[in-house]
Nanobody
């Protein structure tokens, strides 16, 4: 069964850190670009980051640049989103999705993982 499962969300204080996981089953993530997206209540979904399949290059939304890092672990067939210096505006449901390149359309279908940044 082809599946992506997000995990690692939770409640964290401003300034704290979380690491989100995107675990793939039924296919090899090495061959795909993996994007992270988020959707806050009442807002449209936005792209957060992407890691390419070709050279592992990454790109980030301006709002998270310098605070978030995405990386792959091929042995675990997973992609991670390390989130540091979290802000209340980072509160959202986070999703991962795959496509052939970071310029793809990314069909987001998972349940996501909830991140709440609050004191």
């Amino acid at each position: 069964q082809v599946q992506l499962v997000e995990s690692g969300g939770g409640l964290v204080q401003p300034g704290g850190s979380l690491r989100l996981s995107c675990a793939a089953s039924g296919f090899n993530l090495v061959h795909y670009a993996v994007g992270w997206f988020r959707q806050a209540p009442g807002k449209e979904r936005e792209g957060v980051s992407c890691i390419s399949s070709s050279d592992g290059s990454t790109n980030y939304a301006d709002s998270v640049k310098g605070r978030f890092t995405t990386f792959k672990n091929s042995a675990e067939n997973s992609v991670y989103l390390q989130m540091d210096s979290l802000k209340p505006e980072d509160t959202a449901v986070y999703f991962c999705a795959t496509d052939h390149t970071c310029l793809g359309q990314f069909n987001v279908r998972g349940q996501g993982t909830q991140v709440i940044v609050s004191s």
